[in-house]
């Protein structure tokens, strides 16, 4: 069965994240769309994105050291291909691949040009300012990333380059080498104050890119933003998909704005994570599944909490909710 959720995140669930509304000023002049024409903007957007795939390639997003990344043994799959178990070694995928481990990733792993493009900024959302980390152009990018850290962390742990086995930087090359965007922001609280910062960064991404795809990745406790922002409409209208990397169960998800859009779902859990039970991540996906949501789930064998931040495949995650 799946467990209830934490108290923090039922509280957060219980306020809005904001009605989507543009505050003030010159924001007020681009954000303020009908739903009608968002949808329709949103739509051209996917247009250009797939249009700009490759012919040698049949993902939208162009590989990036996919023979270090995405070479993952599966040992098991079902649903279609939808649900997967892949092969995880500690000595291996740490050990082997880390030149100091949890600590420095070998540089074969790493691509630092990709620096070039990234710069610390706060800017403003209505109301609030936030602190993120931007990799990739400020203005018309063909897609959006957003990625949500867990208790603890702030933009500087989704910006490392060398932490998590390089999988960060991995991520900031196939946004910048595909013509996207990444963020990073600072989450200020896992409650409704910070779904609510989110919503206003997920509106601003969308008006920067005209309507183009968003997609919110949330890890570990972040995932109580991501379930949060579940709940608000207009969020859930800017968004392509979310990915959820050992993160909570939502079992009220059933019913959010975001259930009622079938907006993709893309799970990784670690089977021996000790802070989110796996059963209990699966058992929900199931669900979903059964009820044919557009969901996928990748299990990492004998992987703890934060195995699914190192060894997540951006690039398949991000073609699978791009291509919905």
């Known amino acids: ?187 200020p609280s896992f409650d409704s104050d910070g779904v609510a910062a989110i919503a206003d960064l997920i509106r601003f991404s969308a008006v920067q890119s005209s309507g183009r795809p968003v997609v919110l990745a949330c890890a570990s406790m972040g995932s109580f933003i991501c379930w949060g922002i579940a709940r608000d409409a207009a969020s859930v209208e800017r968004l392509a998909g979310m990915a959820i990397l050992g993160g909570a169960t939502d079992p009220a998800f059933i019913g959010s704005a975001a259930y009622k859009r079938k907006l993709p779902l893309f799970f990784t859990h670690g089977s021996r994570d000790s802070v989110y039970a796996a059963d209990d991540q699966i058992a929900f996906y199931r669900r979903l599944h059964g009820e044919k949501y557009p969901t996928r789930f990748t299990l990492f064998q004998t992987g703890s909490h934060g195995t699914p931040v190192r060894m997540s495949d951006w690039r398949e995650i991000l073609n699978w909710i791009l291509a919905r």
Do not use: C, W
Request: hydrophobic share 35%; aromatic share 8%.
């Open 1 to 187: 069965m799946v467990g209830p959720a934490p108290r923090s995140f039922r509280q957060a669930l219980r306020s809005p994240a904001g009605n989507g509304k543009a505050r003030s000023g010159k924001e007020a002049t681009v954000v303020e769309m009908s739903t009608a024409h968002f949808r329709l903007a949103r739509a051209f957007g996917a247009l250009l994105f797939l249009a700009g795939a490759t012919k040698a390639d049949s993902g939208a997003l162009q590989p990036f050291k996919d023979e270090l990344f995405s070479s993952q043994t599966v040992i098991e799959t079902g649903d279609g291909g939808d649900f997967k178990v892949v092969d995880y070694q500690e000595m291996r995928d740490i050990n082997g691949r880390d030149q100091i481990p949890e600590r420095r990733v070998k540089s074969a792993y790493v691509s630092l040009g990709v620096r070039r493009q990234q710069v610390d900024e706060t800017p403003e959302l209505g109301t609030r300012k936030l602190a993120v980390t931007r990799t990739g152009v400020a203005e018309g990018s063909r897609f959006t990333v957003i990625f949500i850290h867990g208790r603890g962390g702030d933009r500087r742990l989704g910006a490392n380059d060398f932490t998590f086995g390089g999988n960060f930087n991995r991520l900031k090359n196939l946004a910048v080498e595909n013509g996207g965007t990444y963020y990073a922001p600072s989450v």
